[in-house]
């Protein structure tokens, strides 16, 4: 089945505890991104990447990292994570880097305490 | 600054009683304008893609039109099963960059 998997689904954790969620797709999609999405904000991206090696801010990039090791691996590093960072996460990716629709996984649950 | 506008923000309709969403944009030049559906604790779900003003195009009982400053969501005959977050989003042309811009959503609730 073609696919989006990102773990966790749910997440606690206390401020400054490094954390990774992984994202990975079983489409030879392209295109990945990070979004975050906040009460009255909507979808914010956070990173994206066009290819291997190759990544790029979104509009919201300030306290994560990303690398794209692998085309089908994607994952997002909170290195010292902060309540504000608090927040629903969604990986998304897309077989072009223009105009074409992006599949979403199932979303990540973070609270930084 | 690219922007995405939706509205109303929610929006509660009676079974049957057709309306429309609003998507509001601003950017350099567009490369492509995208509705999804989001139901409550799941991932969006791609809906439309429109590229050009004066495009339009249908599923089931939703039509996205696309003119140059604003997209319309149209829902003919809702039915209670069409409740969800109805999100708009932008490609924009410019800088070499890649991203999309999401709108708020619109929350749609059609009672039965």
Redesign the interface.
Known sequence: EAQ?TQNPRYLITVTGKKLTVTCSQNMNHE?M?W?RQDP??????IY?S?NVEVT?K??VPEGYKVSRKEKRNFPLILESPSPNQTSLY?C?SSPT???????????TRLTVT | EDQVTQSPEALRLQEGESSSLNCSYTVSGL??L?WYRQDP??????LF?L?SAGEEKEKERLKATLTKKESFLHITAPKPEDSATY?C?V?AIGSG?????????TRLKVLA
């Open positions: 989006v295109y991104s979004y009255g904000l909507g979808l914010r991206q994206y066009m790029d979104g509009d969604f998304a880097l223009i105009s074409y629709e992006q599949y979403f996984g199932p979303g | 490369r492509g995208f604790g799941k991932g969006p779900e791609f893609t590229y999100l989003a490609q960059t890649y991203k999309y811009i999401f709108g708020t959503g």
